[in-house]
């Protein structure tokens, strides 16, 4: 069964930092193929993409808000996903979700959240000010 598994979330304080993860399982997940994303929903808020790296880990994108603090990663031999968020505000409070695009090697990035088929949990980021 195809799984995505979010985890590095917690408390921490303004200026401080964490690292998300996200272990994809399943045997045709084929996680090297697909782009990934991390987005996160606030309370009252819509979700939105934060960060998208494509099957191509050189293509990048990042929400203005989040441009030079965070950064997004890939491990395809550990199947896994990475978000070093530095820097980090009280406005950065939100679930943080990870996604799967649902159609393989795409070219463009996309941060529709239609695109996305497999999600995540979610793990909780508070940032206190």
């Known amino acids: 069964q195809e799984e995505l598994v979010e985890s590095g979330g917690g408390l921490v304080q303004a200026g401080g930092s964490l690292k998300l993860s996200c272990a994809a399982s399943?045997?045709?997940?084929?996680?090297?193929?697909?782009?990934m994303a991390w987005f996160r929903q606030a309370p009252g808020k819509e979700r939105e993409a934060v960060a998208a790296?494509?099957?191509?880990?050189?293509?990048?994108y990042y929400t203005d808000s989040v441009k030079g603090r965070f950064t997004i990663s890939r491990d395809n031999a550990k199947n896994t996903l990475y978000l070093q968020m530095n820097s980090l505000k009280p406005e950065d409070t939100a679930v943080y979700y990870c996604?799967?695009?649902?159609?393989?090697?795409?070219?463009?990035?996309?941060?529709?959240?239609?695109?996305?088929?497999?999600w995540g949990q979610g793990t909780q980021v508070t940032v206190s000010s």
């Open positions: 399943g045997r045709t997940f084929f996680f090297s193929r697909y782009g």
């Open positions: 790296i494509g099957w191509i880990p050189s293509n990048t």
């Open positions: 996604a799967r695009d649902d159609r393989s090697t795409r070219v463009e990035l996309t941060t529709s959240r239609d695109d996305y088929y497999y």
